[in-house]
């Protein structure tokens, strides 16, 4: 019988899976950020968003070069539902597989998982982090190709697109979920 994890359940199969402070934390992120949207435009659903957030790169740090494909015979394995193995593949589409967003929820994952990278790039060169943080700085940031240079833009685009808000909107939803 499948599963839905728990967000508290998703961190423990991300850390079996990712020793990496960095994407244990990358991971926490997307899934705050994930409940937080889905505290609006899916009230009831936070923890499954969250633990979707969590689960998205379950598979980077061990197979980088089977990413999103190795993630579900994983999550297959450990008998997570089809429905978080659909989404947390769908973050990859067009990049390293052909699983593509339909649910708000899958598109918004694919959205912001470029986002989060650069808005906490953005916080790290900033004395006060993420206080006082403006969108406006944020999308100076976005302009600026050679910062955060391994976020990519073209993603975040498809992503808001895909979402039909502009990149401003989608900037000012990540970075209010990020500091909340």
């Known amino acids: 019988m499948s599963y839905v994890p728990t967000p508290e359940q998703a961190l423990e199969l991300i850390k079996r899976y990712n ?3 960095f994407h244990i934390q990358h991971a926490e992120t997307v899934g ?5 949207i889905a505290r609006q435009y899916d009230p009831g659903n936070e923890d499954y968003w969250t633990a979707v957030g969590i ?3 379950i598979d980077f740090e061990q197979w980088p070069e089977q990413h999103c494909v190795k993630a579900q015979e994983l999550l297959r394995e450990l008998d997570v539902d089809e429905s978080v193995i659909h989404a947390v593949a769908s973050h990859g589409y067009g990049l390293v597989c052909d699983v593509q967003p339909e649910r708000l929820m899958e598109k918004y994952l ?3 998982d470029e986002f989060t990278g650069l808005i906490g790039a953005a916080a790290l060169m900033r004395p006060t982090g993420y206080e006082g943080m403006e969108v406006k700085s944020v999308m100076k940031k976005f302009k600026d190709k050679k910062f955060a240079a391994g976020c990519s833009r073209d993603v975040i685009n498809q992503g808001a697109e895909m979402l039909g808000i502009s990149v401003q ?6 970075l209010e979920a ?3």
């Open 19 to 21: 020793t990496e402070p």
């Open 32 to 36: 705050k950020v994930m409940g937080h």
């Open 55 to 57: 689960l998205h790169d």
């Open 110 to 112: 694919f959205a912001v």
């Open 169 to 174: 909107e989608l900037a000012a939803l990540t």
């Open 178 to 180: 990020m500091t909340a």
